[in-house]
């Protein structure tokens, strides 16, 4: 059975940094691609940052570039993002999750859609205090 368990999330005054991170057990991460996504209440679910099973491809949506780092630990089984002078609009439930099928890896298209995407986390609440 594949468990991911987000953590790290909290209250950050706008401008300040926030490291959340994603266990996964039940499979070997490095066979799969990985992402972060996003929820604010009542919008819809969006892709924040894609890496790649190797963490050599990255991919960022254009609001967080420059501010947000994803990267892995692939022997700790465990998935981070990096969150540098957040914006209240960063306000979310955070999740991790793992790609549904092995594809090659195209960032854009995978940070696209949940749909790609099979194994979540019960996510982390990031809240951002202007």
Not at 39 to 52: L, N
């Amino acid at each position: 059975q594949v468990q991911a368990v987000e953590s790290g999330g909290g209250l950050v005054q706008a401008g300040g940094s926030l490291n959340i991170s994603c266990t996964v057990s039940g499979l070997t991460l490095e066979d799969y691609h990985m992402g972060w996504f996003r929820q604010a209440p009542g919008k819809a679910r969006e892709g924040v940052a894609c890496i790649s099973w190797s963490g050599v491809g990255t991919y960022y949506r254009d609001s967080v570039k420059g501010r947000f780092t994803i990267s892995r630990d692939n022997a700790k089984s465990t998935l981070y993002l990096q969150m540098d002078n957040v914006k209240p609009e960063d306000t979310a439930m955070y999740y991790c999750a793992a790609e549904r099928e092995t594809q090659v890896w195209n960032g854009r298209q995978l940070c696209s859609s949940s749909s790609f995407f099979a194994y979540w986390g019960q996510g982390t609440q990031v809240t951002v205090s202007a």
